[in-house]
């Protein structure tokens, strides 16, 4: 990984002319591709997506890690190596980790036929009856629930019933090697208390609008991870579904909510450019400030990157809009 590391910097620094990191950047990236709601996609889009991320399930692990695994398990298994010990969430670096990740998944689409951009589910849109959103269609979107009955996986894991995804059998739970059917327990509302079922409130309007409210990015990371990422891990994945452990890219939603996420973070940055498209400050778990050349360890599925690639969307190494 240090290898890896300093040849990223080594070519960096011969590719570069020292001036005018800016001018490069905006030349470098020219027609960006566009991400999409899943919601407003079109069904050859959807179709392509969903059958990418089956063919994902049939390519060999770039990791080797267990010989039953792919490279679709690949993204849950390092996600979980970044998480215990923690370096990805509670801080700074969860914001451009998740999207230089993102970006990963989306190549590795592309190696499976996909030519579209990764898409999102647009979950702030959706809080009050989020089980009833487009990203849960049986045949154009992910399945739904997971359900007792749909057995196969014994108590603990709630097996997903419907839907393209409903025989894929992720290798890793919580970082072991422990092959299961993709599990949901989406977490049920409580209606008298005009509580929505997975969570919803956690990520309607009021949560989103103070999540925006913050102008310094110590401030708005976390408000972000908290809340809606983390509701919307909850919600889906409650005790017995993929989405909770930290294995939750096993679920291919994964990626259209973090997808949101990140999008969340681009309308931010959005607002004011000029001082927010670099803003990247806060404390890191080791106690010292993040900077932006932090590094984003990919463990091999990727090499590794720097924060300040994965700032702008529309330069660095990064070439995309909403
Ligand atoms: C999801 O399914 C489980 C198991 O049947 C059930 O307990 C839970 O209430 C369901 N969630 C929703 C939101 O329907
Ligand atoms: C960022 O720029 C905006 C618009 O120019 C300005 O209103 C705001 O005070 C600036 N914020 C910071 C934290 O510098
Ligand atoms: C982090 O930066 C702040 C200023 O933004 C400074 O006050 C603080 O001393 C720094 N902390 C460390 C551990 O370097
Ligand atoms: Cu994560």
Redesign the pocket.
């Known amino acids: 990984m240090k290898f890896l590391h300093l040849v990223t910097l080594a070519s960096a620094a011969l590719a570069l002319p020292s001036d005018s990191l800016a001018s490069r950047q905006k030349k470098a990236c020219t027609s960006p591709k566009v991400r999409k709601n899943w919601a407003k996609a079109t069904s050859a889009e959807k179709k392509s997506y969903i059958d990418a991320v089956l063919c994902l399930a049939t390519k060999p692990s770039r990791l080797r890690v267990s010989t039953h695994s792919t490279l679709y398990d690949d993204f849950g298994y390092i996600h979980a190596q970044l998480t215990e010990p923690q370096r990805i969430h509670g801080e700074p670096v969860f914001l451009p980790w998740h999207r230089y990740f993102v970006q990963v998944y989306e190549d590795a689409l592309h190696s499976c036929g996909y030519t579209g951009a990764a898409m999102y589910w647009d979950w702030s849109a959706d809080w009050a009856a989020p089980s009833k959103a487009a990203v849960w269609d049986p045949v154009l979107g992910f399945g739904g629930n997971g359900s007792d009955s749909a057995d196969g996986n014994g108590p603990g894991k709630l097996r997903v019933a419907d839907g393209p995804f409903r025989n894929l059998r992720p290798t890793y739970w919580n970082g072991a090697v422990d092959p299961h059917w993709l599990s949901r327990d989406w977490i049920p509302g409580f209606p008298a208390d005009g509580q929505p079922e997975m969570i919803g409130n956690a990520y309607g309007p009021a949560i989103m609008d103070e999540v925006n409210s913050w102008t310094v990015y110590e401030r708005f990371w976390p408000a972000l991870e908290s809340s809606p990422h983390g509701a919307v891990h909850a919600g889906i994945g409650g005790g017995r579904g993929d989405m909770s452990p930290v294995s939750s890219p096993n679920d291919p939603i994964f990626f259209l909510h973090h997808t949101m996420v990140d999008k969340v973070w681009w309308q931010w940055q959005q607002r004011s450019p000029g001082n927010r498209t670099f803003a990247y ?1 806060g ?1 890191r778990n080791d ?3 993040a900077t932006l050349n932090d590094v984003l360890p990919m463990l091999g599925l990727a090499p590794e990157g720097i924060v300040k690639d994965y700032m702008n969307t529309k330069g660095g190494v990064l070439c995309y809009t909403y």
């Open positions: 400050t404390l106690g010292k400030n």
